[in-house]
């Protein structure tokens, strides 16, 4: 490895909740001389955990990146969430990295969180290193660990290094490459191995030749005729093998007490490849002709808009990976997506939340560049002579939904447009407004994910809202036949009202809507006032009879009717419609439908009883259960009042492996018993407006 690139590496933090990332990460930017002090997460002096939300909670919320100089190398380091509400952040940024340190804690082992991440890094072929986390915690033990990554995340875990000393006694690490023990804090002092590990040692050093020797034709020749490699040839076969895939080395550490993370530094250069190792990346132009191009900086530009960062008094920040050539500073850009050029100012590298000017960024580097006018979330950018668009990575779907009202009445067009800065920052929440409801409906990964999104709203923009269950969609409709006269006669001086219809209303299929059928006959109702008397009636349909609901699937036939030379009009027809429709109505008896929703749910097997169980429970009716790989996925409709909040339920009873996704399908009636009950409360609550 000798190119342009050869002393960048662009590395992501991953793991599941509570691991530990931000704490390692604080831990490497300090020993390597990024930051003055190890920030820590518990008392709010953490470089990267430094918005309000996260503070609060104590966990990673959004992406935060820095970078480090080590030994000639320039790292880029994305600190990634690891709790289920914001993992979208973490797989988006998987999208631009070149590898990841997982980070496992040694008490806790793997998760589910670390198996998501784990899959998602699958997904993008990253070569990665696993980090054992917290080995100075009560009851820390990295057995269990190795033998789960084996067979949980089905890898080939390969120690590089052996603890020393267990729990509260863990004092630092035997390195097996440079067979040296190395103790203490920060950089760490190399020592002799201690006698009571020398042979463990040896058993474990014998292994790692084998898997060295095995990733090269070359190296596995000299391993069998010497039956030794140097450090190098070790370092050089365990990165190949890293690269490749067919290895993940593992190092230990206590990334609180600083014991441990400096090796690592010294892994992240030695194992995790380059931009150039990386081979090309593949992209098509806008004509849609596949182009690879090469991590080169004299190639063509070609740099990928990967995160935005909404700040009411800066702009729009926008975060952006380069794959290929140089963005400059004070310079002109192509958004390819977009068809335009966007004129910017000063770049600069992340460091948390502050920002370090720089004149250029080439291949692997994560760099910001403020107030692009066009830009969003997944665009390319690019030279206008040579454009290329580059793979998007889709928004996952939402999980949960949630109703956003303002405390302040009045303020619905300023939460409104908040949000909408919001979503541009974070692709996975989604803003729509019911318009059956009229509710502002913000839909996201999970409850606290939408709340931290309320909080930040009251930060960033000066609004607060309230978050409450949002309003089932229910319908009204009839199930029987009726004749009816609608009839509006007013005279009180002068010019009276006079409009007389007399209609047919009957039920239409389920999912029928609505039909007007004109079927006057001599002219008993003069033909510009026809459409005055379905429009009376398609206003009436806005509100039903039962509990304010919308009336859906009826025919109405206007049949027969009157009206008088002088009083009748457009208005006194569309009120006797109105009222004619609103009695028959009363008349064909009206019941309430509900939407249905058609879930797709992937549980593990073993879960699968449970889910069946719980999904009849809510009223819901299985369509069908069929095998994926280790999972069963099941198919089932289930009325939306049951699963307005299925997400924590379904997590709660899978452990967090289960996963759904859902959308309407069809209305059907509501149960009489129900009904009864949803129709006084929706009364109750018009009363109260």
Known sequence: MSGKTAHIRNVALVGHSGCGKTSLAEALLFT?????????????????????????????????????????????????????????????????????????????????????????????????????????????????????????????????????????????????????????????????????????????????????????????????????????????????????????????????????????????????????????????TPAGEEVSLAADPDGPLAAQVFKTVADPYA???????????????????????????????????????????????????????????????????????????????????????????????????????????????????????????????????????????????KRKFGVEVNLTLPKVPYRETIKGKTKVQGKYKRQSGGRGQYGDTWLEIEPLPRGGGFEFVDAIVGGVIPKQYIPSVEKGIVEAMQEGVLAGFPVVDVKVTLYDGSFHEVDSSDMAFKIAGSMGFKKGVQQANPVLLEPIMKMTVTVPEENMGDIIGDLNGRRGRVLGVEAQGKNQVITAHVPMAEVLMYAPDLISKTGGRGTFEMELSHYEEVPPHLAEKIIAEARAAREKE
């Not at 992340?350 to 920002?355: H, P, S």
């Not at 692997?364 to 030279?383: H, M, N």
């Not at 974070?426 to 913000?442: A, F, G, H």
């Open 32 to 284: 390597a001389g990024a930051t003055t002090r190890q920030g820590k997460v518990d008392d709010g002096s953490s470089v990267l955990d430094f918005e309000p939300e996260e503070i609060k909670r104590k966990i990673t919320i959004s992406s935060a990146f820095h970078h480090y100089t080590w030994k000639k190398h320039t790292v880029f380091v994305a600190d990634t969430p690891g709790d289920d509400n914001f993992l979208a952040d973490t797989r988006a940024v998987l999208l631009v990295a070149d590898a990841c340190v997982v980070v496992i804690d040694a008490v806790d082992g793997v998760k589910v969180g670390t198996e998501k991440v784990w899959a998602a890094a699958d997904t993008y072929r990253l070569p990665r290193l696993i980090y054992i986390n917290k080995l100075d915690r009560e009851r820390a033990d990295y057995g269990p660990v190795l033998e789960a990554v084996k067979n949980i995340l089905e890898a080939t875990p390969v120690p590089v290094q052996l603890p020393i000393g267990r729990e509260a006694a863990f004092k630092g690490v035997v390195d097996l490459i440079q067979m040296k023990a190395f103790t203490g804090t920060g950089k760490m002092e190399a020592g002799p191995i201690p006698e009571d590990l020398a042979e463990e040692v040896e058993s474990l050093r014998g292994d790692l030749m084998n898997y060295a020797a095995e990733s090269d034709d070359e190296l596995i020749e000299k391993f069998l005729d010497a039956g030794e490699l140097t450090p190098e040839e070790v370092l050089r076969g365990l990165r190949i093998g890293t690269l490749t895939g067919k290895i993940v080395p593992v190092l230990f550490g206590a990334s609180v007490a600083n014991v441990g993370p400096a090796l690592l530094l010294d892994a992240i250069n030695h194992f995790l490849p380059a931009p150039e190792d990386r081979g090309e990346v593949r992209g098509k």
């Open 315 to 457: 702009g729009r920040l926008s975060l952006f990976r380069v794959y290929s050539g140089r963005m400059v500073s004070d310079s002109t850009v192509y958004n390819v997506n977009k068809g335009v050029g966007e004129r910017y100012g000063q770049l600069f590298l992340l460091e948390g939340k502050g920002q370090k000017p720089v004149p250029e960024l080439g291949p692997g580097a994560f760099g910001a560049v403020a107030k692009l006018k066009e830009t969003v979330t997944g665009d390319t950018l690019a030279s206008e002579a040579k454009p290329v668009l580059l793979p998007v990575l889709e928004p996952p779907r939402a999980m949960i939904t949630l109703a956003v009202e303002p405390k302040v009445k009045g303020e619905e067009d300023k939460v409104f447009t908040a949000i909408q800065k919001l979503t541009e920052e974070d692709p996975s929440l989604r803003l729509t407004r019911n318009p059956e409801t009229k509710e502002i409906l913000l839909s996201g990964m999970g409850s606290v994910h939408i709340e931290a999104t309320a909080e930040k709203m």
